[in-house]
């Protein structure tokens, strides 16, 4: 069983940043795969970032170049960090730990950008 407590959501004018923290406990956080999805409103959850066990990360099109994912094992926690943020990257944000055939989900910072 792994838990799931984010931070670090937000309201931020357009072209701002942000960075948003997940803290897991209750398992080997450095075995999972982390990751960050989104939802914005009227629209289907999309897979937004994730960094595996051995530190590889990928991203969706819409945030390469602008978000960064990163993964401190030591203190069993995921970064984003959002960068030149647009109306668009409105959501709420939701971190993941997937292992195996478990999966984890966070509560779900909302993030807005005003514009």
């Known amino acids: 069983q792994v838990q799931l407590v984010e931070s670090g959501g937000g309201l931020v004018q357009a072209g701002g940043s942000l960075t948003l923290s997940c803290a897991a406990s209750?398992?080997?956080?450095?075995?999972?795969?982390m990751g960050w999805y989104r939802q914005a409103p009227g629209k289907q959850r999309e897979l937004v970032a994730r960094i595996t066990s051995g530190g590889n990360s990928n991203y969706a099109d819409s945030v390469k170049g602008r978000f960064t994912i990163s993964r401190d094992n030591a203190k069993n926690t995921v970064y984003l960090q959002m960068n030149s943020l647009n109306p668009a990257d409105t959501a709420v944000f939701y971190c993941?730990?997937?292992?195996?055939?478990?999966?984890?989900w966070g509560q779900g910072p909302p993030v807005t950008v005003s514009s």
């Open positions: 993941t730990a997937v292992r195996g055939f478990h999966l984890y």
């Open positions: 209750g398992s080997i956080f450095s075995r999972y795969t």
